[in-house]
């Protein structure tokens, strides 16, 4: 299909991030998990972070988990040559407090610093069975013309791994 006048050829759907972990925890254990300040500080460390700051503040009921860290490009060299060797994100979650079920849902945003990526998402920590899950729904974009549409997917692993990896972790602290 041609083009229109003034078009950007990198506009459409963002990258879709679809996770789901289960827990064998309560959700107000995952819950204390997520928004412990000690948790997601060795998280950073044990995620290979030169440099980090995590706060957590609580506010009229809303919990915010705000994560500023500087790791290793674990990207594709076509993407590291554009990063740098390393990448610094800010990683903000506003969890609300829980509702009558029990299930804590939070607006999540990861900014990677100098470069025009972010996610944009919601997740959630719900009862299931006789645990809990934790989902994570998210849209990825990354604003460079032509490349953007190749470097989303890999954004969207990159994210998906660190996710992964602190789940693991925090099954072994529960």
Known sequence: APCRSG???NEGEPVKLT???NYPATTAQVFGLVTS???REQSCERQGASDYTVTVTENAGTTTVKIVRTMPSDMP???RKLTGETVTITQVEKWSAADSSGTHTAEVSVDIHGQPASMK???VIRSEGDGAVMALDGNVKVSIPLLGRKIEP???KAISASLRDEVE???TQL
Do not use: R
Request: glycine content about 10%.
């Open 7 to 9: 078009q950007n050829l």
């Open 19 to 21: 996770e789901s972990f």
């Open 37 to 39: 300040q000690e948790f």
């Open 77 to 79: 060299d076509f993407i």
């Open 121 to 123: 998402g919601t997740s």
């Open 154 to 156: 890999e954004v969207a």
């Open 169 to 171: 972790f925090g099954k």
